[in-house]
């Protein structure tokens, strides 16, 4: 395992002590911040928010993908859990509505926005409150992001996201 600020979905976080010593530092604060203790299983960790789209993965394929992730297991998203869909452009979500996906996700309990950047930069109603934990296809996941300073965001894929959405928490989208 890389040691970075990531871990696949069915691993776990390394040691402080498994970081270059030059790195320890900013992990351990990392690790403080987000809520995880050393070793601690990513599968599992509770989800408030789900959000998929922005500029880097708001495309007609990524929705396409979640459509049909949802549409196999005829999958809803979990109670207490808020879902945000957010095409990349004007262009995907024509595209969305054509192929009837818009309507898929809606029946799935996504609230399907309009292009823009919504809570990938934490702008409009489309933030983090407090300590909320995000499961979200965005590309970035710095103190703030997502409008709130204490919100804890965690990258991953839209077909993962959509399965977080429906668990309530980070679970492997392949083993669902």
């Known amino acids: ?6 871990a696949p979905v069915g691993g776990s976080l390394p040691r402080i002590e498994d970081f270059p010593e030059t790195a320890r530092e900013l992990a351990a604060d990392a690790m403080q911040f987000m809520g995880f203790a050393p070793g601690a299983a990513i599968k599992g960790t509770k989800v408030d928010v789900a959000f998929i789209g922005s500029c880097t993965n708001g495309r007609t394929s990524d929705f396409v ?16 859990v808020k879902a945000l ?17 818009d309507k898929q996700l809606e029946a799935a309990g996504f609230q399907v926005r309009n292009p823009g950047c919504s809570m990938c930069l934490g702008m409009n109603p489309d933030k983090l409150v407090g300590e909320q934990t995000c499961a979200s296809s965005s590309n970035r996941n710095f103190k703030g992001r997502q409008g709130s300073t204490t919100g804890r965001t965690l990258i991953m894929s839209p077909v993962m996201v959509a399965a977080a959405a429906v668990r309530g928490y980070v679970d492997d989208a392949r083993t669902m």
């Open 65 to 80: 993908a979640v459509a049909e992730f949802l549409r196999r297991g005829n999958y809803k998203v979990a109670s207490g």
């Open 1 to 6: 395992m890389a040691l970075d600020q990531s």
């Open 85 to 101: 869909a957010v095409p990349g452009s004007e262009a995907v979500r024509r595209e969305l509505a054509a192929l009837g996906i």
